[in-house]
């Protein structure tokens, strides 16, 4: 093979081979062994200087020459390009010893802490837990209820209407009444849920608010046993030393009927919590049992109210809100 296509055959491998030097540095290395090293192929063709004639000779070393230097340069250009996209590749690459950035976790508002504080009370002493209707009939949030149309005790609650026969719950009672529909005594239910009421918004009123109704129906219940579960609660959810008194008081629903006043430190007065009493036997005709033999206890209390009293919250219209302000003070 003459010297000129030796060189040409070296040239055409380099530059094929060069094309693919660029996963690290032993590559790069390896292959500036290959071509340019001491003992290198460009080194080899040097050797073809001895093997030619004397004329030829001059022509053969220009063109060695010429060759080393240009493959010199497009390796070296090759290292410099190596190097440029690692670095890139690096400013690139996420930095693991700067901070992070905060997440803000969320958290359980305050009313449903509250309410599951409410049912682990109740549950603890053998209430189950039901739900029902927010959206009802007159009959179920009134009627059943010994709140016949037109009685003045309607006027106690002001009520949303969806219909002139369909409203807003003003109270969680009417689950009382599905429930006894529903089912044969005895019952013993906590109902918790959202109520409406169109009412004037104050510090201690909103047009909603949640409730957690109480029904107890059995042969034999006394007005103590309800006494006894309510003072039970308060103390469970208030402390030992909490300041409670009943009151005697009037619901439709309820003979005789009570509320429980629980004393606000901050405002130095008391604050209703409660209303409750001994299930009415017309309430218990209503839904078919029959009140010669079954007796019970219902009650109806107001969960903001709880909370406002239990964390010093000034004012139930901070619950719908949502300052975070105020939601991150009871994480
Ligand atoms: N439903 C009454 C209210 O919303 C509260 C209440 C009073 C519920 C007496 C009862 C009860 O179950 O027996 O103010």
Known sequence: MSALKQIEEVRTSFLTEL????????????????YLGRRGKIASLFSLMGKVS????????????KLKNELNVLFENKVLEFNLSRQREEDDLIDLSLPGKQQRLGSIHILEQTLSEIKDIYRSIGFHIAYGPEVDDEYHNFTALNVPEHHPARDMQDTFFIDPETVLRTHTSNV??????????????????????????GYKSYCLFHQVEGIYINE????????????????????????MRFRPSYFPFT??????????????????????????PMVLNNVGYDSNR??????GMGVERIAMLKHKISDIRHFYSGDIRILEQFI
């Not at 094309?19 to 062994?33: G, K, P, S």
């Not at 034999?220 to 300041?243: A, D, N, P, R």
Request: hydrophobic share 35%.
């Open 220 to 243: 034999t219940v006394s007005f103590g046993e309800l006494k006894g579960c309510l003072e039970y609660f308060v103390k469970q959810m208030f402390g030992i030393k909490k300041k």
């Open 255 to 280: 003979e005789p009927s009570a509320e429980v006043d629980i004393w606000d430190e901050e405002r130095q007065q008391w604050m209703e919590i409660l209303g409750c009493g001994m299930v009415n």
């Open 294 to 299: 079954f007796h019970g206890y219902a009650f």
């Open 54 to 65: 004397d004329e030829e000779r001059p022509a053969l070393g220009e063109s060695l020459n």
């Open 19 to 34: 094309d693919d030097v660029n996963q690290d540095l032993n590559q790069i290395e390896q292959f500036r062994t290959k």
């Open 176 to 201: 009382q009444v599905h429930l006894m529909e529903d089912q044969d005594p005895p019952i013993r239910y906590i109902v918790p849920g959202r109520v409406y009421r169109n009412e004037a918004i």
